[in-house]
């Protein structure tokens, strides 16, 4: 019988990082997904690597900055395991806001039509918006967590599909491997990267839950009729270097379903028609609904927990993208018993017990 050193709880894009860390600290890993691996939130989300100021929590702002900063060699490291292209892209995002706000410290480079000529500046209602400047990247989830997934199998990774984690198995008061729905696997450390499922898993109730995001995603007329990312209040677009374009997304408490709903996804393209009229020329592609991980304070849980060899990495919200390459080299180092690097105190899972 095959033995593991850690099993990973979740293969969405922060249970694959991390499942990478740990192969490169010398463990053998197991990953137990339930469903199919990295089907769930990453291959739902936008991609878009926010770490601004204005719309990043203060908490957040030192572990966004960071895996920001990291995001490139992450993708190349990636790249070069896995053997695929990822769109990583670093043209930057325009905001537009409807009224003047100061926590965007940064005014267009060039006037607004001339970075993106196709662009209305007002709403559907002619009011019009303060623009500014962030020199974002974003990323296309879907290649990066199929790179990953490749990588990790490269590098050795084992994988259990199809397996629902149901609880842990603790022996002497420490972790000693999980028991699923078909069977159990054993191994000195276990890690919940289960995404809005984490708290389905004994013995402790980690507060997370799912928060829906419609979205859908249209091929553009020209190939680079938008080239930014565009945040306005009622939707964003996101564009793909191979000429299809991102619409959304909301944020819904809906519980675990997944479903589109025609009228919404019909609102998001007009939203989108409405900043950029010859969006009404766009073919769709697909539309479709992801569940990201909310907890009650909008920031992920990260650590250890009460019981000796059970760590958690999840909550993560709209930001697993961007935080994976942070939060895998962070965990790594708590697992391996090292300090993180980062403090990541504010995220601990004590502070929503009691």
Known sequence: ????????IGAGIIGLSLAIE???LGLRVLVVEKGEPGREASWAAGGMLVDSPAETQPALRELA???ARMYPEFVHELEDESGAKIDLRSVGTIV???????TYAHALPQPLSELEPALRNCDGDGRRFTSYFLNERCVDPRHVTAAALAAARHRGVDFSSGDEVMGLEVADGWACGVVTNKTRFAAGVVVNCAGAWAGQIGPHPFPTRPVKGQMLCVVMPEKEMVRHVVRAPEVYLIPRSDGRLVIGATA???GFDKRTVPET?????????????RLAEARILEAWAGLRPGTPDGLPILGATPTPGYFVATGHFRD?????????GAMGR???????GLDLSVFAAARFQG
């Open 265 to 277: 996804i019909q609102k998001l393209r007009q939203a989108a028609i409405d900043l950029v009229p």
């Open 334 to 340: 708590v697992i391996g018993g090292e300090k993180p």
């Open 320 to 328: 697993g993208i961007l935080l994976a390459p942070v939060t895998a």
């Open 96 to 102: 537009l806001s409807q009224n003047p706000d100061p």
């Open 1 to 8: 019988m095959k033995n593991w050193d850690a099993i990973v």
């Open 22 to 24: 740990l192969n490169k």
């Open 65 to 67: 900055t960071a895996s």
């Open 252 to 254: 819904e408490e809906a």
